[in-house]
């Protein structure tokens, strides 16, 4: 039972990234998906979710139009399209698989915003 997230790096202030997240070991479509981040010295936050049915979403303000996340239950793979990033948005990104009182964490995947 494992999630591998990748799709970090080093990026430009404006610049973009899409992460993923790959479950395994476990039924994926039924989870709920949702990313986190740590950014240096900080709190782990939530960044968005998305629900195991109906594709509903939902995004933290900080990250509201610029962020996406999405889900192929078909590849076992939550997203996060991130646009326009700033040197705030520099962090660990995580993925969560949750149902019910089950979580399951990723390894996370480092994101640089810098010029």
């Known amino acids: 039972v494992q999630l591998v997230e990748s799709g970090g790096g080093l990026v430009q202030p404006g610049g973009s990234l899409r992460l993923s997240c790959v479950g395994s070991?476990?039924?994926?479509?039924?989870?709920?998906m949702s990313w986190y981040r740590q950014a240096p010295g900080k709190e782990r936050e939530w960044v968005a979710s998305?629900?195991?049915?109906?594709?509903?979403?939902k995004h933290a303000d900080s990250v509201q139009g610029r962020f996406t996340i999405s889900r192929d239950n078909a590849k076992n793979t939550v997203y996060l399209q991130m646009i326009n990033l700033n040197v705030e948005d520099t962090a660990v990104y995580y993925c969560?698989?949750?149902?019910?009182?089950?979580?399951?964490w990723g390894q996370g995947t480092q994101v640089i915003v810098s010029s």
């Open positions: 070991g476990f039924i994926f479509s039924h989870y709920h």
């Open positions: 998305i629900m195991s049915v109906g594709n509903v979403r």
């Open positions: 969560k698989a949750h149902l019910q009182a089950r979580e399951l």
